[in-house]
């Protein structure tokens, strides 16, 4: 039997508008740190560019920063290169001791 894991009603404010959501109670954190790091992105780039930029230009921009941000901690997480030589080489190493006991 699975065990079920908790929901929460929580409403995201994001300035003057709040987004209502359903999560998971262990991901509230993560929601309320992800609201905070939009709010923080987009008065970054209205602080610089307002009344140069739309307020969909301005969105896109934060929007892009963010995407880029999450793709970088992507790609330098990846361990599939380490994955790749570890491999390697237990096979070398099962092959040389393979080699030692024939």
Known sequence: MSEEREKLRINLKLYDTEIPLRIYREEEALYRRA?????????NYTARAQGK?????????ALVEIALK?????????????TDIITA??????KALEDKTA
């Open 70 to 82: 999450y793709e970088m901690e992507v790609e330098r997480n990846d361990t599939k290169p380490f």
């Open 89 to 94: 080489l237990t096979a070398e190493v099962e």
């Open 53 to 61: 930029k739309s307020a969909i230009d301005i969105l896109n921009l």
């Open 35 to 43: 609201g905070d790091l939009v709010v923080s992105t987009v008065r």
